[in-house]
């Protein structure tokens, strides 16, 4: 078979149904970290951490080296893992994060992750931060009324956490469509105020720095109340975006705050393995580490500069970071565990990417995907369970960065497209203050196998290889989808 495009071949990444049927329908935990960088855990090489629990994971499962979320900041990336689609095919087309007060951004009525679990008969809870709004027809969310529809109109049978980033409003927590802590009778105002902001209306404000403690808590509690049947846990904890607020149990056990985040990071990890042991969960339960974009690698910065200064190298060998068009913006750790299925202890150079969760899914319960859904999500759980190393599960990735600038990986090779870009993108970003595509004033190629860095141009020598990953990345803009049998 051949891709649709015509000169690439697709691998088949079907799994023979015997494969996963030998078992009760698994649980399923998938635990998204914010802003956490490749290299930012022992298992991906970071140096003056202990972070053991990821470590378990590693050893229990599998290493995937080359994963990717699809957008070097957060809501593309949230919004490509739920419903298995880019963001970029929606009506925010610049690779921005969605506002705080920004309506629900999943479409009425669209498939998502936890909406296909739903129809299989699982329990699904989400918890932690969302960041894919709340409300519908209205230009800002309106605190004083029901948050709906939200994580409960696209699947999920529970909510618990926060609306955005610790410093948005409301500055408190949400469970299902209410602010938790609402005085009677008052009504709920959120002022800004550099990224801190308050939040009248309250018996009390959270406290940013027990955040992590809570909605660990949280997750725990609703594994143990729902294990009775098939249960998939989304977990997103706020860590280790800014504010740099580590629990005060943690403070000091690193070279300093923005380590001792990660090591509550890894503690909260912990927890939710220690649960599925407790309740002999563990060996029926796929469980899946990553993150929505690179790490913030800024030597100035208070946190992440005395953290690099100590040895840290937040996004690994790569390049860039959090926001930009290069490779550490959009790598990401991504650890698997599922005992018996996935072999123990491996480590797999597969291109994997986050919207194809969806269809992994769909492929581990055996539930065909709907026409028209998970447009962009490739079913890659051989990847995931094949002993040795196959044929590539996915031929090519696309990413865009917050200023709109789209990048795409075929094989070893990387494009940055600076010329001849899409015209669509209206505005500055608010995060790196440049304008789109603002860079090179060419395209931008790297062999990411001899150059893993991306330390050397080769758009000049090899402009064969540049057209064909321009037309490659034109036509998959221009079609509705890029998995196959989507339009079948």
């Given amino acids: 078979m051949k891709f649709f495009f015509g000169w690439i071949t697709v691998f088949l990444t079907a799994v023979p149904a015997a494969t996963v049927a030998q078992s009760a329908k698994p649980n399923l935990v998938v635990i998204l970290a914010d802003d956490f960088g490749w290299g930012s855990s022992t298992p991906y090489g970071a140096k003056g951490l202990n972070t053991p629990n990821l470590d378990r994971l590693a050893r229990e499962g599998r290493r995937f080296t080359h994963a990717y979320a699809p957008g070097s900041v957060c809501s593309p990336s949230r919004y490509a893992l739920m419903t298995g689609r880019y963001y970029w095919r929606t009506a925010i087309r610049d690779g921005e994060v969605l506002t705080p007060t920004a309506p629900l951004h999943i479409e009425p009525g669209r498939l998502t992750l936890a909406s296909l679990c739903k129809s299989q008969g699982y329990r699904t809870g989400a918890v932690g931060k969302w960041h894919l709004g709340f409300q519908t027809g209205v230009a800002e969310t309106d605190w004083n009324q029901p948050l709906q529809p939200g994580p409960r109109a696209v699947g999920f049978d529970y909510f618990y956490g926060l609306g955005g980033n610790p410093g948005n409003g409301p500055h408190a927590f949400i469970e299902d469509e209410n602010i938790v802590g609402r005085l009677p009778g008052e009504k709920v105002v959120v002022a800004s105020a550099g990224g ?28 143990e109340a729902n294990h009775a049947s098939p249960f998939f846990l989304y977990f997103a904890p706020n860590a280790v975006h800014g504010p740099i607020a580590p629990n005060p149990r943690f403070t000091g056990s690193s070279y300093g705050s923005y380590g001792d985040f990660i090591h509550e990071l890894d503690w909260s990890v912990g927890q939710i393995l220690a649960t599925l042991d407790r309740l002999k969960l563990a060996e029926n339960t796929l469980v899946i580490f990553t993150s929505d974009n690179g790490g913030i690698a800024d030597a100035g910065n208070g946190n992440t500069g005395k953290a690099m200064a100590a040895g840290l190298a937040i996004n690994g060998h790569l390049r860039g970071g959090k926001h930009t068009e290069y490779e550490g913006g959009f790598r990401e750790p991504f650890l698997v565990r599922w005992p018996g299925h996935v072999p123990a202890h491996t480590v797999s150079d597969q291109v994997i990417a986050l919207p194809d969760v969806l269809a992994t899914v769909a492929a581990v319960l055996q539930a065909p995907l709907p026409t028209g859904t998970a447009e962009d999500s490739i079913n890659v759980l051989r990847a995931f369970i094949e ?8 031929d090519h990735v696309i990413l865009q960065a917050a200023d709109g600038t789209y990048a795409i990986r075929v094989g070893d090779w990387r494009l940055i497209e600076r010329v001849g870009a899409p015209t669509f993108v209206p505005r500055p970003s608010t995060k790196t203050g440049k304008k789109p595509h603002e860079g090179p004033k060419h395209d931008e190629l790297f062999n990411l196998k001899d150059d893993p860095a991306e330390t050397r141009d080769l758009s000049a020598t090899h402009a064969d290889q540049v057209a064909k ?10 079609r509705g989808f890029t998995r196959i049998d989507v339009g079948n």
């Fill in 196 to 223: 801190k902001g308050t939040t009248t209306g309250l018996r009390e404000q959270r406290v940013v720095d027990r955040i992590m403690e809570a909605i660990t808590a949280k997750a725990t509690t609703w594994v």
């Fill in 387 to 394: 002993p040795t190393p196959g044929p590539p599960v996915r």
């Fill in 469 to 478: 990953m321009k037309r490659l990345l034109t036509a998959a803009r221009d």
